[in-house]
């Protein structure tokens, strides 16, 4: 869109949205943070549909323009005024006449820019925010003086809240925890450290009942398990199909806000055993000759690419573990060092290192520098590369990790190897016709 119209359009979508808020007053539940945010989202809405009719934001529609789309019920035009002009009637449609709506929204809000906060939801009045995690380097941060400069853009969330409305933090991230400072609303926190409200322990990969030699394993990898503490009751919670801690608390944020809902703990639990968890986000699918896909290709940071490595490492299968690693964008002058730190870590997780893209040759750099040996190493300069590599290399029992920023298109690689091509719409990220012309 050009830059006029699409000024306008925002404008136009934004009054009608706050008119529509104000006519239906639905409760909104706003999610922030650095990692975490899209997860955190579809665990809510596994947990809030169950009871009642809930709305979330589609695919990330968290920016200025997203939220409106979200809180009208319209998809994204992208460079069709037909499309524009279709949504801005239906707004008006739902002003003029009286529809079913949801009674619950719940919207990601991220920040890219100095006063995006500000601009992108300031006109919101919430009843539940939510701040995940920001993490050492966070995503994002490229046009931001500092890492604190970032904090207090996210943290002005918290202003929308209404009087009598609910802070859940996650206290295990020191800088998220400082926000319960001087907040006059009701607050409660999730994590793992001792202290937190809703305390999380012993997470884990649970494995199937096919046997398969693994040594002390059981089975094949099949998902994450880990327990809660809630008001002195401990309770097992199992997310089926998916790995790493993002999940996890995804799913601690979700019992958090059932808990300050009053909502029944185990309707909650059983509702986030197998809900919708997004495309591209530490996903477990099923690759070709017999490997497995660690497909977390949604979008990359340094904080979420060294969990995903961690993670890596912990599932034990009977091949090799393969990092297959893209480009982290958004990372300004942050960007050669959190990649050679990535390459470090990379080093200690994998046995076979694949980097993607220009900036990744760092990630390259750092593996050499920690005593990766060379021959482990592969380098491709884009996607399409990197899955005709992977696709011959892949053996019986590898466990292959893909990751990287969203504009690397990484999910091009997961469906060289992927074994359920027909399905491949329901399976990877970025699959609707606008990304396909790309």
Not at 79 to 107: A, E, F
Not at 186 to 215: H, M, V, W
Not at 322 to 351: F, P, Q, V, W, Y
Request: charged share 25%; aromatic share 8%; net charge positive.
């Amino acid at each position: 869109m050009k830059t006029t119209f699409k000024k306008i359009i925002i404008y136009i979508l934004q009054i009608e949205s706050r008119l529509v808020l104000s006519k239906y007053k639905p409760k909104i539940i706003a999610i922030t943070g650095s990692v975490g945010k899209t997860s955190t989202k579809d665990a809510i809405f596994a947990v809030l549909s169950k009871i009642s009719y809930v709305r979330k934001s589609e695919k990330s529609y968290n920016s200025e323009i997203g939220l409106p789309l979200t809180i009208l019920g319209v998809p994204n035009g992208w460079n069709n005024p037909l499309i524009w002009l279709k949504n801005i009637l239906k707004g008006l449609w739902l002003l003029l006449m009286y529809h079913k709506y949801p009674k619950w929204l719940v919207l990601e809000v991220g920040v890219s820019h100095p006063d995006d906060m500000h601009c992108t939801a300031s006109w919101l009045k919430t009843d539940v925010v939510i701040i995940t995690a920001i993490g050492e380097t966070p995503a994002h941060i490229e046009f931001f003086n500092s890492r604190k400069h970032l904090i207090e853009e996210k943290s002005k969330l918290i202003k929308t809240l209404k009087q009598d409305g609910l802070l859940i933090l996650n206290a295990d991230d020191e800088d998220v925890l400082k926000m319960k400072a001087n907040n006059k609303h009701r607050a409660i926190t999730y994590g793992f450290q001792k202290g937190a409200n809703i305390l999380g322990s012993g997470d884990n990969i649970f494995y199937g009942d096919k046997e398969i030699p693994l040594g002390d394993a059981v089975g094949e990898p099949k998902g994450i398990i880990f327990r809660v503490d809630e008001n002195g009751n401990s309770l097992p919670v199992i997310i089926e199909g998916v790995f790493g801690k993002n999940h996890v608390y995804a799913s601690l944020a979700a019992l958090t806000l059932s808990s300050g809902l009053k909502l029944n703990v185990l309707d909650t639990i059983n509702a986030l055993k197998n809900y919708d968890v997004p495309l591209g986000r530490m996903r477990l699918l099923k690759g070709i000759n017999g490997s497995m896909i660690i497909d977390d290709t949604y979008n990359s940071s340094p904080f979420a690419c060294e969990s995903a490595l961690k993670t890596l490492k912990e599932v034990k299968v009977k091949g090799r573990k393969i990092a297959i690693l893209g480009d982290m964008l958004e990372l300004g002058k942050h960007t050669e060092e959190a990649h050679k730190d990535i390459g470090k870590i990379a080093r200690e997780n994998c046995d076979i290192l694949t980097v993607v893209g220009q900036r990744a040759q760092a990630i390259k750099e750092g593996a050499l520098l920690a005593s990766m040996n060379k021959e482990n190493i592969f380098e491709f300069f884009n996607s399409y590369e990197a899955g005709d590599f992977i696709k011959t290399f892949a053996q019986t029992g590898d466990l292959i990790l893909i990751k990287g920023s969203q504009g690397m298109r990484m999910e091009r690689a997961v469906e060289t190897i992927l074994l359920n091509k027909e399905n491949k719409n329901k399976l990877l990220v970025r699959q609707d016709e606008e990304w396909l012309k790309r």
